[in-house]
């Protein structure tokens, strides 16, 4: 017959004193009772702790190293017990790099999908960035060129320590003998002066070919025309045809600017990595400043007052010293208001002249390069503030991740929406037939993980919510979206005041 209860016999946990029950498997089972008499012995420390164990005994021995392992607990036997999973009604995270979709791993998957299909754009030309290979810039000169006479060329690169004698005698050993001028003239590279070279370096080209391209003919020798345009010019092939002359690059790059642009990988959008976080805040989203206003909290006070609060200690006495003997050299005002000095004699006294003051900020300075030390890193904290990083506005991630966008938005501003809003937006996303194949599993499995948290009643919360900031009660609830997204079977869930 097939097991439909968990049997405990002799449970003696803690203050149980061999205590037997049956809990039914398929069920919602609450184990209730007044403080302290065993509700959490019988289901922490003796279910989940012997499903658990049991669970770990049954991996290899190089697995088991890995995995926390629980004291067996004091039982006779237990019976039919599945594999256990404890969700807390405590929010143990204190990091500020853990968010809502860290934590409920949607984020990885938003990382996966704008990989797959994210398109990057150059900020600075507003074009759509191409795989530049041999074959693909081969393609599009067809496609936008086709049955036009054009003139394949690579810039015309001089070695550092190569003389203009020895660029013509390179070229011509080498078998590239034309040239470009800047006034679109084909010229012989030995019958141009020095004079003459040096010019075409400046504006003209290397000629590679001359050729008319088909959508009929072999794509042979504009192929090769194009690889050796990129290995003469450094990755840089130049098309002169009668109206225009248009450059492609070679690479993940641009081809208006030639800015090079990082390849869409799920790391470069984790602003744990450091390859997809901010150079500057590091992937926090904010940077750490001096609060002038914390510095001088009273602007009442005279500097001889001390005005200065780290001055007014007795760790920065000496600093005070300073301070007023500068000012007296400087005839600056000691017994005067903070606040009714002007603009340029505060900027002296926070960031000095030189010698024989180099300002309050120096005094920050040395903090910062002893900060090994506690004192100085409370001292550190206690007149810092956090601004909104500049470089990447609080979106953590590097430049080139934000380059990359879904139907419009970046992952960043995708992270921004409430996990109601992400469902309708997922909902709502419209991709090709090609797009559907490359992400059509993975824009499942992000769906059936929204729904899930959307079920466990966190449709507020955006993705970006640091973890840190919610109640044990909403913490324990992304715990149980996470695993229920994971669409185990037979478990045994163990919920703390749910």
């Not at 629980?70 to 039919?80: A, C, G, M, T, Y």
């Not at 990129?230 to 450059?247: L, N």
Request: hydrophobic share 40%.
């Amino acid at each position: 017959m097939p097991a439909t209860d968990i049997v405990i016999e002799g449970a003696r946990t803690h203050n149980l004193d061999g205590a037997n029950c049956r809990i039914p498997l398929g069920s919602l089972t609450v184990v209730t009772g007044v403080s302290g008499s065993g509700k959490s012995s019988l289901a922490f420390d003796t279910l989940y702790a012997e499903g658990q164990r049991r669970y770990v005994t049954s991996l290899s021995t190089y697995a088991r190293q890995f995995l926390e392992r629980l004291p067996r607990p004091e039982v006779d036997h237990i019976s039919n017990l599945p594999p256990a999973i404890a969700i807390e009604r405590r929010n143990r995270v204190t990091h500020a790099r853990s968010t809502v979709g860290t934590a409920s791993e949607i984020t990885d998957h938003l990382r996966l999908l704008f990989s797959k299909i994210g398109r990057t754009r150059c900020p600075d030309c507003d074009r759509a960035i191409e795989h530049g290979t041999v074959e693909h810039v081969a393609r599009e000169i067809v496609e936008r060129f086709a049955g036009k006479r054009l003139q394949l060329c690579a810039p015309l690169l001089r070695r550092a320590d190569e003389k203009t004698t020895g660029l013509r005698e390179r070229l011509v050993r080498e078998g590239f003998g034309r040239v470009l001028t800047v006034e679109g003239e084909v010229a012989d590279v030995v019958e141009l002066t020095a004079k003459q070279l040096d010019a075409v370096r400046s504006g003209g080209y290397l000629l590679i070919d001359r050729l008319v391209p088909s959508r009929e003919a072999s794509q042979a020798r504009l192929t090769e025309a194009v690889a050796a345009a990129f290995a003469r010019g450094e990755g840089r092939c130049v098309v002169v045809g009668a109206d225009k002359t248009v450059s492609f690059y070679e690479g993940f790059a641009c081809d208006g600017c030639g800015r090079q642009f990082a390849v869409p990988r799920p790391v470069l959008f984790s602003f744990n990595s450091s390859l997809g976080a901010c150079g500057l805040c590091e992937g926090f989203g904010r940077v750490a400043a001096l609060d002038w206003e914390r510095v001088v909290p009273d602007p009442s006070k005279s500097l001889e007052q001390g005005a200065i609060a780290p001055f007014a200690t007795r760790s920065g006495d000496r600093y005070q010293q300073r301070l007023l003997t500068a000012c007296r050299s400087s005839r600056l005002a000691i017994d005067q208001p903070f606040d009714q000095l002007d603009d340029e004699q505060r900027r002296w006294v926070f960031e000095g002249d030189g010698d024989p003051w180099r300002g309050v900020q120096s005094y920050f300075d040395r903090l910062e390069r002893k900060r090994y030390k506690v004192q100085n890193r409370v001292l550190l904290a206690r007149y810092r503030r956090y601004d909104l990083c500049p470089d990447c506005d609080g979106a953590r991630l590097c430049n080139d991740a934000l380059c990359v966008r879904i139907a419009g938005r970046q992952i960043a501003e995708v992270c921004e929406l409430t996990l109601a809003q992400l469902a309708d937006w997922l909902a709502e996303l419209a991709l090709d037939e090609t797009e559907s194949d490359v992400a059509g599993r993975v824009l499942a499995e992000l769906s059936a993980r929204t729904a899930t948290a959307l079920a466990v009643g966190l449709g507020y919360l955006t993705l970006a919510r640091p973890m840190r900031t919610l109640a044990g009660g909403e913490a324990q609830r992304i715990q149980l979206a996470s695993a229920l997204g994971g669409t185990l079977t037979a478990s045994l869930y163990v919920l703390d005041e749910p």
